[in-house]
Each structure stands twice: as structure tokens, then as C-alpha cells.
């Protein structure tokens, strides 16, 4: 049995876990995941300096929660991961000291992990998972990302949002519904109780140079402005405002968007499972709509627990165990930190001279 000890601060949760892999069964022992949800809510979205800050305070206290609940003594942990790239950077680095400190002192070898490749692990700790290659859809706050997955965790990015991300719209719009933050649960609680025939919000499209439209891109700030342009006419008139109305119409056509892209392009590139993941991973319409329309088609969707699509260190720590069956086995203690990486670039993060 493979014991990884994982850290990820790349946002605003502090999270630390212990998971371990033994044939191919990945188990959780431990996730403590410190939310600062509360702590950025007054400002409608995470504070960069004050995320920083609060890992710094929360850091010690989850770490040692995580070991005791895990029953694993730091002496028996194999590895020590953590998330070093895309993130917050001032968040990031507070994750990484604290892992390649624990790494230098108890001579464990450290891995830095991508934090989409960590998204897109947190299915491993599904009953079963699809053998690669595969497509991930991954929609969280930051990403909006189609990803061609190989057996050796080669990854190509076949689609993407061009503005905001699916989370990000989220977000956007329960602000501008005045629901609490983040968006995402808040629009998806009160979307329940609404009318998603309602109104017709436009389901933004990239335009091709050659001609026509991208296939497999995204974008969604248009959507959120159709949003306020609507909130605003609404406003005008003095009418009352269909909050749940609002709220399922955009939940619907962002998630029909998603669905339609993501099927068409595992279909074109000849994929027959569909793996999704990330905080948006967790809406209940999306995760219907792409079951039912994937299957029209005879594709296999893989959903990312509930409880792990949204930030965790445990996602992170199953990356680590993926990547412990191919060498090389760890990072450079000289990898550093970076707010932005390619996903399709991840295997360089264990060369022996890293990128960053
Ligand atoms: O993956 P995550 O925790 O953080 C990033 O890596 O960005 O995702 C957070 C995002 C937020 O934008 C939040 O509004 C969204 O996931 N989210 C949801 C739901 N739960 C979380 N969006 C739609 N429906 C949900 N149920
Ligand atoms: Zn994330």
C-alpha cells in the first residue's frame, strides 16, 4: 500500500488529506477541508491577500487533523504532494513551503501537482472509473476545459472558455441575483422552485477566423451580460424579480451548452467516455443532462463524487498515486510555484530541472 500525504491551498480552501492506493483501489483516510467561504462572502468573491493569509493561520491545524483522523504517522507516509500550479499564487505558496519543508525534514520524496490533473484524479475514488483514453470536462470556478486523457496521463486540451469559466459565471450571476456566494450551490438551491422555459438566454459562441464557430470552445461572459441586461429591464419596469426563473433558465443553458460541446467532441475525437469534474461538477442539472444526452449516443459518463468536486486535497493526493506507477517518481525540491501552466505540460513538473 501506497500512502501519499496531500496538500492543496491553491484557492481558498485549506485542505489536507492521506490517501492510499493498493491495486488500483484508492482509498481516502483522511480530508480535512478548511473552507474560507465565510471569510470572502462579504466580498462577493475570494480575496487573494486574505486566502493567503488564512492558509497561513489554517495550515498547522488541518495538517495535524489530517494525520491524527488518518491513523497514519508522518514516518509511514510514502510521498508528499502538493498543488504547485494553476492557483492563487501567494495561496499556492503556502502549500508548497509547508510540503517540501515536511519532505526535507522526514526525507520523503515530494510531488507538485497540477490542480486540473488533481480535478480530474478525484474520480479514481469513483466505484469504477473508465480506462483512458477519455474525455474530461472540467468546470470549476477558474477552468472551463475539455481534456483528451492517455493512458500514461498524456493530456491534450481540445476545448476551453475563451472569457469567464462555467464557475465564474455562476458566481457573476448569483451576485448579480443577490444570492449568497459562491453562486454556484446558491443558483442551483433556488433554480429547484423556478421556470428554466422562462426566458431565452443566448449560448455564446466563439467565432472560427476560417469561418463558422469553434466546436469544442466556450464562452460565457455574453450570458452573464444577457443576464444584467435582463435584471436591469426588469428593474425598470418595477416588476418583481422572478429570482427562481432567472436562476433555472441560466442554470439550463449553461448546462445544455456544456452537454452539446462535450458530446460532440468525444464523438468527433472518437472517445466513448465522458469523465466530469470540478466544483461545477456538482450541479445535479448538468450532471442529468449529460448522463441522459451522452448515452443517446451510447457514451459512458463517469461523475466525480459529490463530495469531491469542488477543492479538496484528496484529488490531489490521487494524482500522486496515478503518477507513483510511471517514473519519474517525484519533483525537484527546486520546483517552485506558478499561477498559470498548461495542463498538456504536467509531466515536466518531475524533471529533473523543472519549469518553474
Ligand atoms: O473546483 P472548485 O472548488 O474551485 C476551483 O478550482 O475553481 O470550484 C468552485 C466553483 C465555484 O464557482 C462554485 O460556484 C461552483 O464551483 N459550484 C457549483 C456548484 N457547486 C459549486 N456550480 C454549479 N452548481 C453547483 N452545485
Ligand atoms: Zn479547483
Known sequence: MIKVLAIETSCDETSVSVVSNSDDIYKIHSNIVASQIKDHSRWGGVVPELAAR?????IPFVLEQALEESKISIDEID?????????LVGCLRIG??????LCSLHSKPFMG?????GHLSSILFSKNFPKPPFLTLLVSGGHTELIKVGERR?????????????GEAFDKVGRLLGLSYPGGPAIAKIAKKGNASKFKLPRC?????????????????????????????????????PIPDIAASFERVVAEVLVERTVKCAIDHGLDNIVVVGGVAANNTLRKMMIGEASKKSI???????????????????AALFRLKFAPH???LKLGISGRFPIDQANTLYEKNPPF
Open 113 to 117: 501537482i497540477h490542480h486540473l490533473e
Open 205 to 241: 459562441k466563439i467565432s472560427d477566423k476560417e469561418g463558422g464557430f469553434l466546436k469544442y470552445d466556450f464562452s460565457f461572459s455574453g450570458l452573464k451580460t444577457a443576464v444584467l441586461r435582463l435584471v436591469e429591464k426588469i428593474n425598470l419596469n418595477g416588476d418583481e424579480m
Open 79 to 87: 510521498v508528499i504532494a502538493s498543488t504547485v500550479t494553476p492557483g
Open 154 to 166: 498524456e493530456m491534450q486540451r481540445l476545448g476551453r472558455s475563451y472569457d469567464d469559466a462555467a
Open 54 to 58: 488564512k492558509h497561513l493561520e489554517l
Open 300 to 318: 459512458k459518463v463517469y461523475l466525480a463524487p459529490l463530495n469531491l468536486c469542488t477543492d479538496n486535497a484528496a484529488m490531489i493526493g490521487a
Open 330 to 332: 517525484e519533483s525537484s
Open 96 to 101: 508548497s513551503i509547508t510540503a517540501r519543508s
